[in-house]
């Protein structure tokens, strides 16, 4: 959900040969919601939706090829929204004929920032999806603990710690669910600041 200002916004990413990002510029964080703390060290597919995160080996390898490559790439901010981008993907070169890895400008489209209803709107739904997650998480937390002290029952065996074990798994799974939509519901709500810190830049 990240709207923007109105003007395009670049993001420049270098990264090592094996895909791992070294640098981001210095707005990264105001354009897709991701720190350099968030990124460095991680590999660059994290920025990348999964169509564009599938091709980019194959990308990569046209940038070593000829010097560059040119085209589009789907980026994906921290609150999972798909940003469509033209990019340019540059082979940088190290000490004599060695690579040293890839710069990646990304130019995204022109954004409009949020209305007033947009924000109120953005924070309740935000707001709202907060408090389901620590809901879910209360009732969550007290089965995840039964099931781990039945477990560790020694009258605990064969098919009912077979079964247990495979609940055991699934409410992990949940667990993560849950964690994510908690994710989700603080990224709105941090882009609503971010939105109206921009308004105040622009209009102050």
Known sequence: MSFGSNQSRSLVVTFSARGLINSVSS???QVIGYSAQDLVGRPVTQLL????AFE???LMESAREWGEWEGDLAL???SGVTLHSRSNLVLLQGR???HAGFMMRATLPHHRTLSGEERTALQEVGARLRLVSHELNNP???IMGFTQLIMLSSQ???KVRSDMEKLSSEMSRVIQVVEKLHQYAISLQEEVSRDESEVASATG
């Open 96 to 98: 004599g004929d060695l």
């Open 140 to 142: 969550l937390a007290v």
């Open 56 to 58: 980019i080996p194959q």
């Open 27 to 29: 707005d990264t964080e």
């Open 76 to 78: 994906m901010d921290r």
């Open 156 to 158: 605990c065996t064969g």
């Open 49 to 52: 939706a999964d169509k564009s």
